[in-house]
């Protein structure tokens, strides 16, 4: 049986990615990480392996990785760009055989949402110039690592219905309002066939909704 490590796992965009795996890959053991475990649903609390730590945390990663097959991590915050190349070393430090890493990471830090002031899009460059230096390293550092890896950059994640999904690479900066948007059961579809169909392989993409599924 293959394991997924869920990191961040409390997040709602991690929670829509729980819920899509156990009704479709229910084959799939997941592991949760989570720094409080009273932020996840009791229902998982029971049913799902928890580890409780911190991103920043090296032994938290190394406890965490045993028997791991691929990773989703979903861990946010202004302070958490830094936490890759722990991620990374412990991977490597354990010789975990890890066959894909998604990464969601953030929109906006290549200038690519043409949203003006609006601070969760492009505005990010400006207002948290260290924040976006680190995101913009991921890709380097997944590069570097060997890892087979995908990065999303999504726009504004949003509840609704799964739609089709919208990609555009590192080079293209011109994303308007219509593609602002993505539902978290979009973008956890979108993960799934990353890490177990073969798409998007050793790419950073933003993501938004596309026609209706």
Known sequence: MSTVLILGASSPTAQAFIKMMNTE???VHLRLFVRNINKLPMEQRHKFDIIIGDGSNYEDYVRALV???YIYNSIGGLGTGEYTPI??????????NIKHVVDISAGGIYGEYLSGD????SAVRTMYPEYTQNQLNKLS???KSGLDFTIFRPGLIKNGPETSVVTHDTDYR???????NINRATLAR???NALFNNKYDCESLSVSNGKSA
């Open 25 to 27: 890959y229910s084959d």
């Open 67 to 69: 028997d791991v097959d």
């Open 87 to 96: 991620l990374i070393k412990a991977i490597k430090d354990t010789k975990t």
């Open 118 to 121: 609006n601070q969760y899009l």
């Open 141 to 143: 550092w997944y590069k």
């Open 174 to 180: 011109k994303i308007g309002e219509n593609q602002f």
């Open 190 to 192: 979108a993960a799934i």
